[in-house]
Structure formats: C-alpha cells, structure tokens
C-alpha cells in the first residue's frame, strides 16, 4: 500500500498560520497605545516607505503591484508566516536588550498551546515510523543566581526530518514533536526526540514569490523551538540550532545567535546528545 504525502502548500501552511494567530490575537490583552505614540511609529515606518519610493524613483506599475502583493499575502493568510520571517526578529532584539540569563529568539508562527505535559526524562510524541536521527537534549533550568528550578516548563515544538509542523502540515499528526517537559526536583530534563530538517518557507505563495523575485532564499536552519517557563520567573522563548547545520548564516528569518548553537555528538550508538542549560531571570 502506498500512502500519499502531502506536502503543504503555503496557502495550507499559511492559512492555518492565520487561524492559529486569530485565536492567540483573541486572548491578548489590549494594546493601549498612546495615540502620538501610534502616530510616532507609523509616521516612522510611513517614511521609511516614501524614502525607499524616492530612493529608487519606483514606478506606477511597481506601486501596483506592490498594492496586489499585499492583498495577495492577505487572501492567503500569510501575513503570519511574512511577520514572523521578517520582522519578528527585530522586537526580539529589544525585548533581548532587557533580558538577563538565556538569550531569546522568534516565536515564529507554529507555538500551539497546551501540548502534552511529559516528566523530566521523556520521549516527545512521534510517529510509529517517525525518521530521522535520534536526539537526546539534556541539561538544567536554573534561575540567574544558580538555584535549581524543579517543576519548570520546557515547552518544545519542532520540524520533523522533512522540516514540517505538526498542526500546519496536514500530513504530520497533531501534536507530533510537541511536549511540555517538566523538570525533576533538580531543575533538570532529558529529551528524547529527532534531530530536525531546515525549514524552508513556504515559496508556492506570496511571500515565497517575493523571495524569489528578490533573489533571497527561503530557509531557516534546523531548529528546536523552545519555550522555558517557571513560577516567579519571567520565561524566556528561544531557539536551538545545530553547530555546521545549513543556513546557519544565513536565516532567512535572521534569528540565530551564536549561544543558542549546540553541537550534539553521536554517543556510539548513532543517538546524537547534547547538553543545554538554561537560565530564567525572577520575575519583576
Ligand atoms: C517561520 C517558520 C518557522 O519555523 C520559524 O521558526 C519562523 C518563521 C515562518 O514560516 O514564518
Ligand atoms: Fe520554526
């Protein structure tokens, strides 16, 4: 019997993107900007755009189709994937500036909430025939001064060995390469899981046309998303990428740093291992 293998399309990726970002928009707290505060920022970012207009004298045709490119993003619920590959990093990097312990990285659009909960040794959920190299992740979650954190969150979401999402790839089962690891007394883990592919933007869209049109590619290297969580501790959100991995100098979505790069080492038996420890900041 064969199975077929869907592989996702970015109207597919993209549209469950959106969906996913409407109910997390839903939940959010209201934004109360002040309004010269509003007008500050989007007088900013509006002269940036004539600038850019002046700059390179653009045309009519080159306005309009800039207008349709938009609304194309739109229609095809990319605006989440676009957001997360090209400016995400940016508010990353002033929520960093004010961030002690662990160095942060981009959400990205693919955080699905409430994932099974796993004890401190665990194997995240996979497929029967999941592929892919065995990976071990283990270490400690401390706060800043060094004190243990037991009953800490490590809330981890991953590609699989073709670079799809559980919950955005149709294909891929929910909750696949999804877990929320907590901590033993001793604030530490051990996590069973696959080494993950790159991740390559969905390029059948929009924004996979502008990349294309640009001359840019579409990849982010292999990565684990990481989401730490302690009470009394301000979380941290982050990123780990895999020493000599592809793209890794050059993410489309410019979100690695070199203290998030681990570099696992085959243990002898063909399960890479690797240790990371990482530090939460009390809350203020
Ligand atoms: C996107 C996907 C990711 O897996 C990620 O980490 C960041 C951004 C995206 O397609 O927008
Ligand atoms: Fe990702």
Redesign the pocket.
């Known amino acids: 019997m064969s199975t077929i293998q869907e592989s996702p399309t970015a109207a597919g990726s993209g549209a469950s993107a959106s969906e996913n970002f409407k109910a997390v928009a839903a939940g959010l707290t209201v934004v109360d900007t002040p309004p010269e505060r509003v007008a500050a920022i989007v007088t900013a970012v509006l002269k940036g755009v004539h600038g850019a207009i002046e700059e390179y004298d653009v045309t009519y045709p080159e306005f309009q189709a800039a207008k349709a490119w938009l609304m194309a993003v739109g229609d095809g619920g990319e605006w ?3 957001m ?2 090209f400016v995400e990093h940016a508010v990353e990097a002033q929520v960093a500036s004010t961030q002690h312990g662990t160095k942060g990285s ?1 959400l ?3 955080y699905l909430p409430d994932q099974v909960k796993l004890g401190s040794t665990c194997q995240l959920p996979r497929r029967d025939d999941e592929r892919g190299t065995p990976l071990v992740l283990e270490g400690q979650v401390r706060d800043i001064d060094g004190t243990p954190l037991g009953g800490a969150e490590i809330d981890l979401w991953q ?1 699989d060995a073709d670079g799809y ?1 559980s919950g955005f790839a149709p294909h891929v089962p929910d909750g696949n390469l999804r877990g929320v690891v907590v901590t033993d007394h001793e604030g530490r883990f051990e996590i069973n899981t696959i080494q993950p592919a790159p ?1 390559q ?1 969905p390029h059948d869209g929009p924004t996979g046309q502008l990349i294309e049109a640009a001359g840019w590619h579409p990849w ?1 290297p292999a ?1 684990l ?1 990481i989401q730490v969580r302690a009470e009394g501790h301000r979380p941290v959100t982050t ?1 780990l990428y895999f020493a000599g991995g592809e793209w890794l100098d050059s993410d489309v ?1 410019e ?1 690695t740093k070199p203290e998030l790069v681990i570099d696992p080492q085959d243990d002898g038996t063909g399960v890479h291992r690797s240790s990371y420890d990482f530090e939460l900041e009390p809350q203020s």
Do not use: E, K, N, S
């Open positions: 989440p994937l676009f997360d590959v981009i990205g659009p693919y590609a999402y991740y933007i982010r990565h998303h990123q979505a979100a």
